[in-house]
């Protein structure tokens, strides 16, 4: 059994609950239809069940909108989609200056994990919900673009995280030991029973758990089975 470490993106690895407003600040502003109020604390109370960009359509939408408690239960409309290919439309105009991922700091954690993803790249894998170039071209400003990324549009596809994951055969018995850090408790829920250790992160968008973990304690974990993994790796 060999292991494997699965990151979530947004709150774990970088901040990107700034640049996520910023977006959808670019898209909306001036539009009829939608609100022109959004407060950064409400972005951010709202931000917290947010797993598509569809869903930012629901908080600024004057004609759509509903509470962020009821957003799992809302199936999309055209309108939605509409308002999602914007929102990446909006980012991509962000994207074009170079200088861009400065809006969206890297945490702790990702400076504490940064060597580590260069020396044993196929050890670890992102899986998130924001699109994968954005990712990509995040890391490659830390000179990290280096493991594999599964994105929305890889959830879009299969469904879920957890389906990403069992498409990936991250799940099957006796082949990986996965740990999964994420920040969100919703986005480990799945993954309770499915993989050795789901870790949630005391660092990010959602309410900390008596179970959370600080980033001292999540590298902690990764570098000791890291250790244990190339020592077994060595004596084969």
Same mark, same amino acid.
């Given at each position: 059994?060999?292991?494997?470490?699965?990151?979530?993106?947004?709150?774990?690895?970088?901040?990107? &609950?700034?640049?996520?407003?910023?977006?959808?600040?670019?898209?909306?502003?001036?539009?009829?239809?939608?609100?022109?109020?959004?407060?950064?604390?409400?972005?951010?109370? +709202?931000?917290?069940?947010?797993?598509?960009?569809? !869903?930012?359509?629901?908080?600024?939408?004057?004609?759509?909108?509903?509470?962020?408690?009821?957003?799992?239960?809302?199936?999309?409309?055209?309108?939605?989609?509409?308002?999602?290919?914007?929102?990446?439309?909006?980012?991509?105009?962000?994207?074009?200056?170079?200088?861009?991922?400065?809006?969206?700091?890297? +945490?702790?954690?990702?400076?504490?994990?940064?060597?580590?993803?260069?020396? +044993?790249?196929?050890?670890?894998?992102?899986?998130?919900?924001?699109? *994968?170039?954005?990712?990509?071209?995040?890391?490659?400003? !830390?000179?990290?673009?280096?493991?594999?990324?599964?994105?929305?549009?890889? *959830?879009?596809?299969?469904?879920?995280?957890? &389906?990403?994951?069992?498409?990936?055969?991250?799940?099957?018995?006796?082949?990986?030991? *996965?740990?999964?850090?994420?920040?969100?408790?919703?986005?480990?829920?799945?993954?309770?029973?499915?993989? !050795? #250790?789901?870790?949630?992160?005391?660092?990010? +968008?959602?309410?900390?758990? #008596?179970?959370?973990?600080?980033?001292?304690?999540?590298?902690?974990?990764?570098?000791? #089975?890291?250790?244990?993994?190339?020592?077994?790796?060595?004596?084969?």
């Amino acid at each position: 059994m060999d292991v494997k470490f699965v990151l979530d993106f947004d709150g774990v690895l970088f901040n990107s &609950a700034f640049e996520a407003f910023t977006v959808a600040n670019r898209a909306t502003t001036g539009r009829d239809g939608f609100r022109q109020d959004i407060a950064y604390e409400e972005f951010l109370a +709202y931000r917290a069940v947010v797993t598509d960009a569809w !869903h930012y359509n629901r908080l600024y939408s004057t004609a759509q909108a509903v509470p962020a408690a009821a957003l799992r239960e809302v199936e999309p409309t055209d309108a939605d989609w509409a308002f999602a290919r914007d929102f990446f439309a909006a980012r991509a105009e962000i994207m074009a200056d170079p200088e861009w991922p400065k809006v969206m700091p890297a +945490y702790d954690f990702f400076f504490l994990l940064k060597p580590l993803l260069q020396q +044993y790249p196929d050890r670890f894998a992102i899986l998130s919900t924001r699109n *994968i170039q954005s990712i990509r071209e995040t890391l490659a400003f !830390h000179d990290a673009d280096v493991v594999r990324v599964f994105g929305q549009e890889d *959830i879009r596809r299969l469904g879920s995280k957890l &389906a990403v994951a069992k498409h990936e055969h991250w799940l099957d018995r006796g082949k990986w030991l *996965i740990v999964y850090v994420d920040d969100m408790n919703s986005h480990l829920e799945p993954f309770e029973g499915q993989i !050795h #250790l789901p870790l949630h992160a005391n660092w990010g +968008y959602d309410h900390v758990t #008596l179970g959370s973990l600080s980033a001292n304690q999540v590298h902690t974990i990764i570098s000791s #089975l890291l250790n244990i993994a190339e020592r077994a790796a060595d004596e084969v």
